[in-house]
Nanobody, 124 residues
């Protein structure tokens, strides 16, 4: 089982940057595909980005490409989401998730383990 704890959220002005971190329990982290999702008030949880077990392959949704970057450090059992050029519509609770296997999952049901989330608020 993988336990996940997100941090790094906060309030930022439009155009600003934030870096989210997700600390994972040591067990099974390096064998897990990791993903970031977000959920805005009144909306469903949506996929943001995913990264392979070795960090070489990544995939992100179109609306964050060129602005957000997912990365991981297996030595530190951590995954990150660097968010640049933030927009008010990026406001949401951001969740870290983990799944076994090799495929970079893109939907909620692909992932087995979830963190509690961290709030990101972008003001205009």
């Amino acid at each position: 089982q993988v336990q996940l704890v997100e941090s790094g959220g906060g309030l930022v002005q439009a155009g600003g940057s934030l870096k989210l971190s997700c600390a994972a329990s040591a067990r099974a982290f390096s064998s897990s595909v990791m993903g970031w999702f977000r959920q805005a008030p009144g909306k469903e949880r949506e996929f943001v980005a995913a990264i392979s077990r070795n960090g070489i392959s990544t995939y992100s949704t179109d609306y964050v490409k060129g602005r957000f970057t997912i990365s991981r450090d297996n030595a530190k059992n951590a995954v990150y989401l660097q968010m640049n050029s933030l927009k008010p519509e990026d406001t949401a609770v951001y969740f870290c998730a983990a799944r076994s296997g090799l495929r970079l999952g893109r939907v909620v049901n692909d992932y087995e383990y979830w963190g509690q989330g961290t709030q990101v608020t972008v003001s205009s």
